[in-house]
């Protein structure tokens, strides 16, 4: 047997391998991408807004949704969520920002009287340096950097904002931050989001929580004046004290809360909802043929904020024949 090295005694050599420091650039261009990554959803939601209202899509689609699906493989409620998104994004930003004549605000961002804000939403003095974090501040600001500035803490993806969508601006602001405090100064999870709105709207609670212009669904369950209108979906056209008054295609009607379900439809899906009551209402009519009316009835029992490219079609068709046509 050949004699092998003693374990003990073996001599180990460790090549040492220098990893460089960043440099000013660097370090200035991963902040740079790192804020891109984070703006993503925020970026599509503004796009797809600006395609939306400017009807870029008509030269080759004849309505958006289609055009989302076949250009971006996204659902009709993707798109929705995502520029609801953008729009809370951009209040959250707004929000954040110190106002001009604030010194430190409660979150610990000190900021100048006459300081504008950056693109993360923080306002600083115009002749700062930039900090550690990129941020322009004063030479002669204190800032307490053993708190996390919640200012600086943005969302990341459009789940962590959908929770947001029904609340007023100043309320998502707050919610956010306080979303923020409670996942330790990081980026709060979907979940997180949703459980301080939760705790919110159970402080805040009415007896009638419905609003005007949501879509709701018809419980007709025990009331025969609402015989033969169960599932069908209805828009809140009043807000009373333990009921609604609602909107359907053929009349209005007074419900009871506990005969109305919420559809939790996005305040677009509401208006795209309020569109196509108001094309059925200018066709329907008790004097149109039985089929007609059960294609127009079909209708009023969606579970869905749009018609299909079929249903769009036929409701074309109906227009131009009994009510004229109304532009979506």
């Known amino acids: 047997m050949s004699q092998q090295e003693d374990p003990a005694t073996a ?23 790192e804020r891109k990554v984070e703006r993503a959803f925020f970026e599509a939601g503004k796009a797809l807004a600006q395609l939306r209202d400017r009807r870029l899509y008509r030269s080759t689609h004849r309505t958006f949704e289609e055009y989302c699906r076949d250009r971006f493989g996204y659902t009709h409620r993707r798109v929705n969520y995502l520029i609801a998104g953008s729009v809370v994004f951009d209040n959250i930003v707004m929000g954040t920002n110190c106002s001009q004549n604030e010194e430190v605000d409660e979150t610990g961002t000190n900021c100048s009287q006459n300081g504008e804000a950056d693109e993360t939403g923080t306002n600083c003095s115009q002749n700062g340096e930039v900090d550690e974090m990129g941020t322009n501040c004063s030479q002669n600001e204190e800032v307490d950097k053993t708190r996390p500035n919640l200012s600086r803490i943005l ?10 969508a029904k609340l007023e601006p100043q309320q998502q602001v707050k919610v956010w931050q306080r979303a923020v405090q409670k996942a330790g100064g990081k980026v709060p999870s979907a979940r997180i989001v949703t459980d301080v709105v939760q705790k919110i709207m159970e402080r805040t609670r009415i007896p009638n929580t419905y609003h005007l212009g949501e879509v709701c669904q018809i419980l007709a369950k025990d009331n025969p ?26 009349c209005e009607y007074t419900v009871g809360l506990q005969h109305l379900k919420s559809f939790n439809y996005l305040p677009a899906e509401c208006q795209q909802m309020q569109v196509i009551c108001d094309r059925l209402s200018r066709v329907y009519s008790s004097a149109l043929e039985e089929s007609v009316q059960r294609f127009l009835e079909s209708l009023g029992k969606l579970n869905r904020a749009y018609l299909t490219a079929v249903e769009e ?13 109304i532009t979506p």
């Open 155 to 164: 969302p990341t993806n459009e789940g962590q904002v959908r929770p947001l």
């Open 11 to 33: 001599t180990i050599t460790v090549t040492a391998v220098e990893v460089p420091e960043l440099t000013e650039q660097e370090i200035s261009d991963r902040l740079l991408l």
């Open 313 to 325: 079609k036929l409701l074309n068709v109906l227009e131009s024949e009994y009510g004229g046509e």
């Open 225 to 250: 004046e609402l015989r033969g209108k169960g599932g069908y979906w209805a828009i809140v056209s009043a807000v009373n004290e333990f009921s609604c008054t609602v909107r359907m295609w053929d």
